[in-house]
């Protein structure tokens, strides 16, 4: 089975901290992404790549950045956290072979904020 | 921006009665998914559909794409206190490269009653 995993299940930062959250994923796939998941929003992309040290903006890309320069690991930033980032953050991957898409979430990563 | 609206975005059933999700959108999808996610978890896929007007059931579940591929039903008969959880429809955008990049309804939160 493929397994997603985010290093931190439950996070405590304090305004303008530096956050970084981790994911690894055991399957080899090419395509990783963060989602951050709200109440009545679903899931909003922030960042994904695509390959080794290629990374794309999703649709809220603004104070986050992303890291992968391992094939297996794609980490999250954010520089100089703020209150409104409190979320829970969604790491997810999926294999590019064929043309249908499923991807592999990690448990989440609850981010407070204070 | 591709969108997804999901309905309802809350629903409390009693166990065995049935029910009905809906995603509409103005975009056409390649393939839409649905996902459900339990509590401290990520979501984890139930179903992909691709070919419009398909119907796919999953035993007591039953999902529908659209003849358009812009819209999706998922349909529960008789719900189980099991069923509980959150919905998320997903779909791959079919006018671009898309990297897996989908598209996330806002989320039906079901609570079934014993």
């Known amino acids: 089975d493929v397994k997603v995993t985010q290093s931190s299940r439950y996070l405590v930062k304090r305004t303008g901290e530096k956050v970084f959250l981790e994911c690894v994923q055991d399957m080899d796939h090419e395509n990783m992404f963060w989602y951050r998941q709200d109440p009545g929003l679903g899931l909003r992309l922030i960042y994904f790549?695509?390959?080794?040290?290629?990374?794309e903006k999703g649709d809220i890309p603004e104070g986050y950045s992303v890291s992968r320069e391992k094939k297996e690991r794609f980490s999250l930033i954010l520089e100089s956290a703020s209150t409104n980032q409190t979320s829970m953050y969604l790491c997810a991957s999926r294999l590019t072979a064929g043309t249908l898409v499923e991807l592999f979430f990690g448990e989440g990563s609850r981010l407070t904020v204070l | 921006t591709q969108l997804l609206e999901q309905s309802p975005q809350f629903l409390s059933i009693q166990e065995g009665e049935n029910l009905t999700v809906y995603c509409n959108s103005s975009?056409?999808?390649?393939?839409l998914q649905w996902y459900r996610q339990e509590p401290g978890e990520g979501p984890v896929l139930l179903v992909t559909v691709v070919t419009g007007g398909e119907v796919k059931k999953l035993k007591r579940l039953t999902f529908q794409f659209g003849d358009a591929r812009k819209d999706s039903s998922l349909h529960i008969t008789a719900a189980q206190p099991g069923d509980t959880g959150l919905y998320l429809c997903?779909?791959?955008?079919?006018?671009?490269?898309?990297?897996?990049?989908?598209?996330f309804g806002q989320g039906t939160i079901l609570t079934v009653h014993p």
């Open positions: 790549s695509y390959d080794v040290k290629m990374k």
């Open positions: 997903a779909g791959d955008y079919a006018g671009g490269t898309s990297y897996g990049k989908l598209t």
């Open positions: 975009s056409v999808f390649s393939s």
